[in-house]
């Protein structure tokens, strides 16, 4: 990576936080607007699936709402990164919002699992040009001093989307219809679409310069993507397959674990930034994949409640140490007119981990139980320890050789 584009690593001391305020009315804009796209969204999680079985569909039909939206998201964001780096930020954003919109208010009206169906193949377009955007335009208020705890904190946003819309969603069901699923989603999403029209965007660079420079993915972004797929590949496995491994293993509601892990992201995320801006990646990423291995070797012997709530405390505090810190890394490593694409390439590789999980667990199935498919994913922790201590290691050896870049961070 060319030395220019390195940033060097903040002071330690509470001055530098300070005189680079975080809190502002662009980030608070941002947070919220994510928030509510991310909480619209995950109310239909887990009532979409249920919503086609009510329409007589079969249960791969059901599966098939799900697996479309991920594929026609991951091909959409190499796309909509490089839209970011050449097009206005915030056209980019609103299209996106505007497509998601539309699709989702659309699914209510429906009248065919084939029609739902497409509108799901549109939502995943929409879907993977506004979160992309979000993450992107977010990354140009934080300044390199506070990357990784503005990320964190942003972070947030999506974590409580996760951990209350699957609730709601599933109580406005039960007790409203599927109408009033649908129009309190569309009306979250409104809401992202209401902040968005306010946020203001800092100046782009030349467009001449980012045409010239256009690719669908971001080489210096490799490495953290890598290791983010590594983690959601993991997860992949166990979002498919825990109410499954619940029957399997006697648990009646493996819900709380999704629940208890999502508190834990949304706790962890609030500390970790400041310790990875002040301490360094090494002191964050290393402590979060032990937490995460702890974490699967609990899941994989939970039998009952409380011991499924405790896998699930490891394992939300791992990955909420972890995601954020890869992202913000993401983002250190490439240049300002790049963010676009190297935020597309991280969450290209953060859903084709959880796409690939899913289907490598369910073909594991033939021959295992699911106790044995969360052991095995221990392997891939151990393969991203190694991995990120290996690229730590030549990291130093770098700055090393290269005295005037000794405090770098690549």
Not at 59 to 80: D, H, M, Q
Not at 152 to 179: E, K, R
Not at 229 to 256: C, D, K, Q, Y
Request: aromatic content about 12%.
């Amino acid at each position: 990576m060319n030395p220019k584009w390195r940033e060097r690593k903040p002071m330690k001391c509470p001055a530098a936080h300070m005189s680079n305020p975080l809190w502002t009315k662009d980030f608070v804009f941002t947070t919220l607007a994510n928030f509510f796209l991310f909480f619209g969204f995950h109310m239909l999680t887990p009532t979409l699936p249920v919503y086609v079985i009510e329409m007589n569909g079969t249960k791969l039909e059901a599966g098939l709402v799900v697996g479309i939206f991920t594929l026609s998201a991951l091909i959409t964001r190499p796309f909509a990164g490089r839209a970011l780096d050449v097009l206005d930020k915030k056209h980019v954003l609103l299209f996106g919002l505007l497509v998601f919109t539309i699709t989702v208010f659309s699914c209510g009206l429906a009248f065919s699992i084939a029609l739902v169906l497409l509108l799901r193949i549109l939502q995943g377009v929409g879907w993977g040009v506004a979160t992309t955007a979000y993450a992107t335009i977010v990354s140009d208020y934080i300044t390199a001093e506070r990357r990784a705890e503005g990320m964190g904190y942003f972070g947030l946003s999506i974590n409580m989307g996760m951990a209350l819309a699957p609730l709601m969603g599933i109580w406005v069901m039960t007790h409203w219809g599927f109408t009033s699923v649908f129009f309190i989603a569309t009306a979250s999403v409104v809401l992202s679409f209401f902040f968005s029209r306010y946020i203001s965007l800092l100046e782009q660079p030349s467009k001449r310069v980012r045409v010239k420079e256009a690719s669908i993915f971001e080489k210096s972004s490799l490495l953290p993507a890598f290791l983010i797929m590594l983690i959601t590949f993991a997860h992949g496995g166990i979002l498919s397959s825990l109410p499954l491994f619940g029957l399997e293993a006697g648990i009646r509601n493996v819900g709380w674990f999704f629940l208890a892990a999502a508190i834990f992201m949304m706790i962890t995320r609030s500390i970790v930034g400041r310790i990875t801006d002040r301490r360094g990646r090494e002191f964050v990423l290393l402590p979060g994949v032990a937490a995460l291995v702890l974490g699967l070797l609990m899941l994989s012997i939970s039998r009952n409640t409380p011991l499924l709530m405790t896998a699930a405390l490891f394992y939300g505090s791992g990955f909420g140490s972890i995601q954020p810190t890869l992202q913000a890394w993401t983002i250190t490593r490439a240049k300002p007119e790049r963010r676009g694409i190297a935020t597309a390439t991280y969450f290209s590789a953060f859903d084709l981990g959880v796409g690939i999980g899913a289907l490598f667990v369910g073909l594991l199935t033939k021959w295992l139980d699911y106790s044995a498919t969360y052991r095995i994913s221990i392997i891939l922790m151990i393969v991203f320890a190694a991995v990120y201590i290996i690229s730590m290691l030549k990291e130093k050896k770098d700055a090393s050789a290269n005295p005037s870049n000794s405090n770098a961070v690549i």
